[in-house]
């Protein structure tokens, strides 16, 4: 197999970045080759001589044979994603160091619970994709109680200012004496869509866990992982059609 490959390419099956996400990464001048700045995404790479850099920090061009899944307790206060320049704890810092593996999605600081992590750029590329509308469950907890007017404004859509509105379904509700629990189901991936959805009904959210991804149901400790079963990994491939 020739080792020259086009750089988004290349982000991808590291998974690192979608295509178009390389593409924006580069002409946002955060891509490096050989100590000089990229300008241009139709840049090819040769991975057996090459030096990449992203935002000044060097990755590996090497794909690890041996493929690997793991499902994640994400607790508070960790941020998805491969390194911060702040120091702020990552997800990283929970997970083997040495596999290669990256974030499928994002979970915000404040959001706990199931977080996928993988060196399998293809499959993750594809559950993040929009087509495949990977089935999300969270439990939210909101202060106060949930009117009943807000319900269907929920299932129809509320606006948070995107292109679409905001639609998700209601699978419970539980009110209690000064908060309200809800389990959410959505089929989207939007940035903090369930934080500015509430926002955009004059909710407070106290809380905020996925408990379901893809078919994943979150079953470990806060803060600890396990590896897919093969017969997991094998349904993912199906939901994504790859064999």
Do not use: W
């Given at each position: 197999m020739s080792p020259i490959i086009r750089i988004n390419k290349l982000l991808s099956q590291l998974g690192i970045a979608s295509r178009r996400k390389a593409d924006d990464l580069i002409k946002q001048g955060k891509v490096a080759m050989n100590?000089?700045?990229?300008?241009?995404?139709?840049?090819?790479?040769?991975?057996?001589k090459d030096k990449i850099k992203i935002d000044g920090v060097a990755i590996s061009l090497k794909r690890d044979k041996a493929r690997l899944y793991l499902l994640l307790n994400k607790p508070c206060g960790y941020i998805t994603t491969l390194r911060d320049t702040h120091n702020r704890r990552t997800v990283m810092d929970l997970v083997p160091q040495d596999k290669?593996?990256?974030?499928?999605?994002?979970?915000?600081?404040?959001?706990?619970?199931?977080?996928?992590?993988?060196?399998?750029?293809?499959?993750?590329?594809?559950?993040?994709?929009?087509?495949?509308?990977?089935?999300?469950?969270?439990?939210?907890t909101v202060a106060g109680a949930l009117k009943r007017g807000d319900i269907p404004k929920l299932e129809s859509g509320v606006d948070i200012g995107d292109e679409k509105p905001s639609i998700c379904k209601v699978r419970d509700l539980k009110s209690l004496t000064s908060s309200t629990n809800i389990?959410?189901?959505?089929?989207?991936?939007?940035?903090?869509?369930?934080?500015?959805?509430?926002?955009?009904?004059g909710y407070k959210i106290l809380s905020l866990k996925r408990t379901v991804y893809a078919g994943l149901t979150l079953d470990t400790k806060e803060g600890s992982y396990r590896e897919l079963t093969r017969d997991e990994v094998l349904l993912l491939s199906a939901k994504v059609g790859l064999k």
């Open positions: 100590g000089s700045c990229l300008s241009t995404p139709g840049v090819s790479v040769d991975t057996e290669g593996l990256f974030p499928v999605g994002r979970l915000d600081k404040d959001t706990t619970g199931l977080l996928m992590l993988t060196n399998d750029g293809e499959l993750a590329h594809r559950m993040m994709h929009p087509r495949y509308e990977m089935e999300k469950l969270y439990e939210v389990t959410i189901e959505l089929h989207e991936g939007r940035k903090r869509q369930i934080r500015r959805t509430f926002d955009a009904l």
